[in-house]
């Protein structure tokens, strides 16, 4: 089947529905299996240090305040303030009016400042309002987007408004790296998770993600080994990687493993690298420090031991 | 970034394995009058315990005391006998960590398919056929125990044939003498001791271990009723002829060579995940592994790119560690079939591929295999390898599928894979197998009924269907 040209929905629609189907049976089963992977001792440690790496530390909410935000970007440059040894966070992920504050913290230290932008988390608005959005975000020095795509127009059909959408947000982000979020909790099906994984990666966005954090379910394992099977096949067909991230609900470091087996069984160990996979999590990192902590000592610490930021 | 995993052992420390092991009649264990026999672990060669011979006198002294029990054993109330059965289902899941260690131990296959899939199958049999004893007037079979059966099993799934065997029997108010396979005692032996540790009345199990020999001294006795066996077409058709004549009632689950036939329209990921789990679940120490994948041409290139792509991630070595995905050949006997229809396949011109996978110094290995450019008239694609083999064949239409499926000896289970329903029930009406998987492979369940069509066997086992079995017809 060849790459559509995206110029009408019939032409979308013929390439997205003629994808093969996921058998939402299969899909859960598979996932499932994979989650009983036995991950111990030394793989354990080096899961473990993986996973704080490609953490985007967020803070969504309406009552997000400079201050917090500061707090929370020092915690994503120095997870662990006892240990030197622990790596710092792939980014943190803000609104776009922080996204400064956010950069002031961050500085130099190699972490990343992504910011949400075209209405999070709801997408509904203009696409001038999008854009503006996404360039306000970028002009306060963000470095990566995560959109949202238009779902209303998804399960309407209407592909050539999400596709365009999306060029048009990666032609706003110049250099800022693109990450497309699907919001997998509201296409409902596996079938729709795939066709709207090709739709974002077809149109240029350089990641795919689960979720908003805002709607449930979120980043469930057999939704994230469907994107990850879809990025897996593009470059299989396109020659271009396109990164995946997870987010929401992702809380244990059980469930931030599983996700790392996912991606080595799934995509190929290509992935499991910062700038090809990502947790959007806050809580999560907490129990890995913990449970990083009891890897080295052999003992358990109690919550007041870890920073609440 | 390279994610090695390390190695995740279960421990063997939850099983006691005994250095010797003797019959279990009239509910106690007993010497054997023939030559004790060794059982190994497959991945090691280690012997794991020494093994009584039973003799024909031996049997016999199981038989008279299954015939004693009988008597008491059948006369109880069904809500008697399901107390039991219930009482042994809960023993089951309280000792199954011991269990699957044991099983994985005796048998090579990985602990997380002894843990996940025979265990809790095991347990699930127990626990339907105790609920069956008390509502058998409702089963439409009638209510009337036959007497003593003799069951022989096989070595592939040693508890999971077992319970398949003795739940629905004692569940009719028979009891029963059993015979586990000769590599594979150990499990039914643990069992023995769960019958003991529920207060079975002596004589309702009785197990008998021992080789052919043994075996067909059960079947052969004369004070059998009924005969019970799972294992190859060969031995099948021995027992069908011993028991020829007599009023033994018979029951044969034999060998396969099923099709797994996946459309052009089929969910692909998942479709490679039902070849897999058909064809390299337990080693492919299947009766009804899908050993033969149809694939419609038009996606057959795609579909075995993506496959092979997916056994390069499947995890070969140390049955106890619990991210193995591939245990050890059951036997070096096995291993040697293996091999010898692995070497006519490339023989007979096919190609052979495996990923880069490699094996232990010690035990019994096989690498996962495809054989692709296979056609009909070759012997890896008629005979049962019972092993991690694959053969590859493709079709054009609907109807050359199950033209292809159909032409074959066996007949006991199928697969198939189209995201289209109508297409689906289709095939599911042409093809003759006693199982049609839809969309899935190598899924049990006890309230589903398993058994083939032509050289597979005959009879059912699970479900109300597997009552039929052990109960006298009505007349």
Sequence with gaps: MSIPTASSNA????????????????????????????????????????????????????ADTRGKVRAMCAKAVHPDPTDPTVPRVAAVCVYPDLVAEARDVVGSSGVKVASVATAFPSGRSSL?????????????????????????????????????????????????????????????????VRRASWLAMLAGGDFIKTSTGKVQPAATLPVTLVMLEAVRDFRDREGRMVGVKPAGGIRTTKDAIKMLVLVNETAGPDWLDPDWFRLGASSVLNDLLMQRQKLTTGRYAGPDYFTLD | MIFEYAPAPESR???????????????????????????????????????????????????????????VWSALPGSERAKYLFRIARIIQERARELAVLESLDNGKPIKESRDVDLPLVAAHFFYYAGWADKLQYAGYGTTPLGVAGQVIPWNFPL????????????????????????????????????????????????????GETGAAVVGHPDVDKVAFTGSTEVGRLIARAVAGTNKKVTLELGGKAANIVFDDAAIDQAVEGIVTGIFFNQGHVCCAGSRLLVQESVAEELLSSLKRRLSTLRLGDPLDKNTDIGAINSAAQLAKIRELSEAGEAEGADRWSPACPLPDKGFWFPPTVFTGVSQSHRIAREEIFGPVLSVLTFRTPAEAVEKANNTPYGLS????????????????????????????????????????????YGREGGRHGLEAYLKEIS
């Design chain 1, 11 to 62: 032409s979308l629609r013929a390439f997205l529905h003629g994808l093969p189907g996921v058998d939402r049976v299969g899909a859960d089963a598979r996932a499932a299996g994979l989650g009983t992977r036995s991950i111990k001792t030394t793989a354990k440690r080096q899961a473990i240090d993986m996973a704080i790496s490609m953490v985007d530390l967020t803070t969504l909410e309406g």
């Design chain 1, 128 to 192: 001038e309002v999008k854009v503006a959005d996404t360039a306000m975000a970028v002009a306060a020095g963000a470095d990566e987007i995560d959109m949202v795509i238009d779902r209303g127009a998804f399960l309407s059909g209407d592909y050539v408004k999400v596709f365009e959408e999306i060029q048009a947000i990666k032609e706003a982000c110049g250099e800022a790296h693109l990450k497309v979020i699907l919001e997998t909790g509201e296409l409902a099906t596996y079938d729709n």
């Design chain 2, 13 to 71: 420390e939850v099983v006691d394995i005994r250095p010797s092991y003797g019959l279990f009649i009239n509910g106690e264990f007993v010497d054997g009058s023939g030559t004790p026999f060794k059982t190994v672990n497959p991945a090691s060669e280690e012997t794991l315990a020494e093994v009584a011979t039973a003799t024909e006198a031996d049997v016999d002294r199981a038989v008279q005391a299954a015939r004693k029990a009988f008597g």
């Design chain 2, 160 to 211: 999971l044939m077992l319970a398949w065997k003795i739940a629905p029997a004692l569940a009719c108010g028979n009891t029963v003498v059993l015979k586990p396979a000769e590599t594979t005692p150990l499990t039914a032996l643990l069992f023995a001791e769960i019958c003991q540790q529920a207060d079975l009345p002596p004589g309702v199990v009785n197990i008998v271990t021992g080789a």
């Design chain 2, 414 to 457: 199928a697969g198939v894979w189209t995201e289209k329903a109508s297409r689906m029930l289709w095939m599911a009406n042409r093809l003759r197998a006693g199982v049609v998987w839809s969309n899935t492979f190598n899924k049990f369940d006890p309230t589903s009924p398993f058994g083939g069509y032509k050289e597979s066997g």
